[in-house]
């Protein structure tokens, strides 16, 4: 039950991107399009786990039995920097199309405050390293979630009469808005 509670609380009440508002750069640059948004997506979950299980035993393993948890957020950035640089190097060479459409994006994983909040909160929250890595896959799930709908939403914008003032980014922060007031409402704040 634990973690059912883990996996639904991540997707749904605690969106990483929709309620607890980390990630909102690629969550914005990356939702053009579904196919990318879905890339993004993989190349989070990817990231997002390894970087929870690197950085978990890292705490628990380094910094804290040296006494040097103050080092924690340096190490963090450190170690997922390199792991996304292993997904670009990858992603490079398997899908080189789903590398050139990411672009940019790809490499602001790494200054992604998500992928961090999650290591961070991981270590936080007290959890042991499957509730962690259960945890670090929820949230990229409901990252995933996130774009993927926030995508189809301005895909679907694309086709339909906008007023002029309203074309591109003023009518995609409004879409944005509203689709973090729904997901609020599995908090039971609004």
Known sequence: MEYFVIIIGSIFVSNIVLTQFLGICPFVGVSGKLSTSIGMGGAVLFVLTLATMVTWMMQ?????????????????????????????????????????????????????????????????????????????????????????????????????EVPKAMRGVPIALVVAGILALAFMGFTGLV
């Open 60 to 160: 628990y393993y380094v910094l804290n039995p040296l006494g040097l948890g103050f080092m924690q957020t340096i190490v963090f950035i450190l170690v997922i920097a390199a792991l996304v640089q292993m997904v670009e190097i990858i992603l490079k060479k398997v899908s080189p199309a789903l590398f050139q459409a990411l672009g940019v994006f790809l490499p602001l994983i790494t200054t992604n405050c998500a992928v961090l909040g999650v290591a961070i909160l991981t270590i936080q929250k007290d959890f042991n390293l499957i509730e962690g890595v259960v945890y670090a896959m929820s949230n990229a799930i409901g990252f995933t979630l996130a774009l993927v709908l926030f995508a189809g939403i301005r895909e679907h914008l694309d086709l339909m």
